[in-house]
């Protein structure tokens, strides 16, 4: 009987330490949601960002060149 007994201990043991370890990956599976969830976060704000740049970059070249009714003629005119 001690056989049997010595094997549901070794099984005991070896569950006990598979759910810590199973609690352990949880934890860190959560964790790197988080960091993954708050990055995602970050690059849609940072794409927005780069899109309002992206658009005043534009309407500053456009601005900066003058129609044809404001350039002034060349000199040897």
């Known amino acids: 009987m001690s056989h049997i007994n010595e094997l549901n201990k ?3 043991d070896r569950i006990a330490e598979l759910e ?5 990956q949880d934890d860190t599976i ?6 993954l969830a708050t990055q995602q976060q970050d ?3 940072l794409r927005h ?7 005043r970059m534009k309407e ?12 002034t003629p060349p000199p040897h005119y």
């Open 30 to 35: 959560e964790q790197l949601n988080q960091a």
């Open 43 to 45: 690059m849609d704000k």
């Open 60 to 71: 500053m070249v456009v601005s900066q060149i003058a129609s044809q009714s404001e350039e």
């Open 20 to 24: 810590s370890r199973l609690a352990f």
């Open 10 to 12: 070794h099984l005991e």
């Open 49 to 55: 960002q780069m899109g309002l740049i992206a658009t």
